[in-house]
């Protein structure tokens, strides 16, 4: 099954969104917005950066 972003509204009234991977495990998740429009704008933002995204190994 693929992953899914829920966008949802937290304790203080903000919106978040979350990446649950296929397996229902949360793998990502933005911060508060004060728009439900602009924590669906931050899912496609990620989408968009992610499709062509490196994996990279930083050293301390």
């Given at each position: 099954?693929?992953?899914?972003?829920?966008?949802?509204?937290?304790?203080?009234?903000?919106?978040?969104?979350?990446?649950?991977?296929?397996?229902?495990?949360?793998?990502?998740?933005?911060?508060?917005?004060?728009?439900?429009?602009?924590?669906?704008?931050?899912?496609e933002?990620?989408?968009?950066?992610?499709?062509?995204?490196?994996?990279?190994?930083?050293?301390?």
């Amino acid at each position: 099954m693929a992953g899914k972003f829920e966008v949802y509204q937290d304790a203080s009234g903000k919106f978040r969104f979350r990446l649950k991977a296929g397996n229902g495990e949360i793998v990502a998740s933005g911060q508060g917005y004060s728009t439900k429009e602009a924590a669906h704008k931050g899912c496609e933002a990620v989408q968009r950066a992610a499709a062509g995204a490196m994996v990279m190994d930083v050293a301390k």
